[in-house]
T-cell receptor, first 113, second 115 residues
Framework: KAGVTQTPRYLIKTRGQQVTLSCSPISGHRSVSWYQQTPGQGLQFLFE???????NKGNFPGRFSGRQFSNSRSEMNVSTLELGDSALYLC????????????FGQGTRLTVV | AQSVTQLDSQVPVFEEAPVELRCNYS??????LFWYVQYPNQGLQLLLKYLSGSTLVKGINGFEAEFNKSQTSFHLRKPSVHISDTAEYFC?????????????FGTGTKLQVIP
């Protein structure tokens, strides 16, 4: 069974640009969550999607958005990038909305210069 | 609302010594509890989980955790650590919120094993 796949693994962007990150969950999983991890703030929850609907949202500005497709694949978009958006972005999938363990991808390392 | 507190941000310990990583949670409803480990530049992977039944849960790599409902704690322990255990450890709680299960992660504890 393939694991959670995040693409790309590494990304360098310039301030002001926008970026889209992709996450393919484990087959059959309908819940996808996104997290931002930085040395200063640690692991912070961005949002969760379940069956194409956003079910939970963390405390991030509107520049951070996401969506989920009918095949459960999810994308996360960050517009007008800031230096502080440099982080490891992690995606996690689970078979239900949190009742079982989450399976994480290896993350996308975003560097904003 | 639920929350998770990992009391120590960093824990240094000598190789072959025992270690305990502390986790406390708050929730007004029944919970599921998890510990995850993250190695450098990797995602998180599950160490162990408590869903129900025995309060002592054994996981991979010799780790175990004990669910204490009265103390609302789920501390992670290992009797003898190895260099390879150097990593960041996250406690997580899953509980019903707003009609469905919601997972909340702690801020993490960095375990540094000293040779």
């Amino acid at each position: 069974k393939a694991g959670v796949t995040q693409t790309p693994r590494y990304l360098i962007k310039t301030r002001g640009q926008q970026v889209t990150l992709s996450c393919s969950p484990i087959s059959g999983h309908r819940s996808v969550s996104w997290y931002q991890q930085t040395p200063g703030q640690g692991l912070q929850f961005l949002f969760e999607y379940f069956s194409e609907t956003q079910r939970n949202k963390g405390n991030f500005p509107g520049r951070f958005s996401g969506r989920q497709f009918s095949n459960s694949r999810s994308e996360m978009n960050v517009s007008t990038l800031e230096l502080g958006d440099s982080a490891l972005y992690l995606c996690a999938s689970s078979s239900t909305t949190g009742a079982t363990e989450a399976f994480f991808g290896q993350g996308t390392r975003l560097t904003v210069v | 609302a639920q929350s998770v507190t990992q009391l120590d941000s960093q824990v240094p310990v000598f190789e072959e010594a025992p270690v305990e990583l502390r986790c406390n949670y708050s929730s007004s409803v029944s919970v599921y509890l998890f510990w995850y480990v993250q190695y450098p530049n990797q995602g998180l992977q599950l160490l162990l989980k408590y869903l129900s039944g025995s309060t002592l849960v054994k996981g991979i790599n010799g780790f175990e955790a004990e669910f204490n409902k009265s103390q609302t704690s789920f501390h992670l322990r290992k009797p003898s650590v190895h260099i390879s255990d150097t990593a960041e450890y996250f406690c997580a709680v899953s509980a019903v919120s707003g009609g469905y299960q919601k997972v909340t992660f702690g801020t993490g504890t960095k375990l540094q094993v000293i040779p």
